[in-house]
């Protein structure tokens, strides 16, 4: 796994979204460029479709709460129409590159972290 560049990680809010408001219910969208190793995260109400290609590779993710906890929900689209050992290829991948997208996320939206030590 790399560790985060931050100079190649680039970050747009969305219409409703603040430095640090609102928590619950604030989605990130984490994309990135083949060509150029660029993270490109979106924060909104709502998740970027406008950001995602047919390949898939992005990770999704939204503070929710349960029994009064916080919790970040993160979503990758593994399965697809590419079949079992495309699935179990892109699983390996995902797992192996998930702590950098969460790192990204949390660097990416540091305001609300340091608003919110509690996330």
């Given at each position: 796994?790399t560790?985060?560049?931050?100079?190649?990680l680039?970050?747009?809010?969305?219409?409703?979204?603040?430095?640090?408001?609102?928590?619950?219910?604030?989605?990130?969208?984490?994309?990135?460029?083949?060509?150029?190793?660029?993270?490109?995260?979106?924060?909104?109400?709502?998740?970027?479709?406008?950001?995602?290609?047919?390949?898939?590779?992005?990770?999704?993710?939204?503070?929710?709460?349960?029994?009064?906890?916080?919790?970040l929900?993160?979503?990758?689209?593994?399965?697809?129409?590419?079949?079992?050992y495309?699935?179990?290829?892109?699983?390996?991948?995902?797992?192996?590159?998930?702590?950098?997208?969460?790192?990204?996320?949390?660097?990416?939206?540091?305001?609300?972290?340091?608003a919110?030590?509690?996330?």
């Amino acid at each position: 796994m790399t560790r985060l560049n931050p100079d190649k990680l680039y970050v747009e809010y969305r219409d409703g979204v603040t430095l640090t408001e609102p928590a619950v219910g604030r989605k990130y969208t984490l994309t990135h460029s083949d060509v150029t190793a660029e993270l490109l995260l979106t924060i909104g109400l709502s998740f970027a479709f406008d950001k995602i290609t047919s390949v898939r590779d992005e990770v999704l993710a939204e503070w929710r709460v349960n029994k009064g906890k916080p919790y970040l929900y993160v979503y990758v689209s593994v399965d697809g129409q590419t079949g079992q050992y495309m699935a179990a290829f892109r699983n390996a991948i995902f797992r192996r590159e998930l702590p950098l997208a969460l790192e990204a996320i949390v660097y990416g939206d540091r305001s609300l972290y340091q608003a919110y030590p509690v996330l």
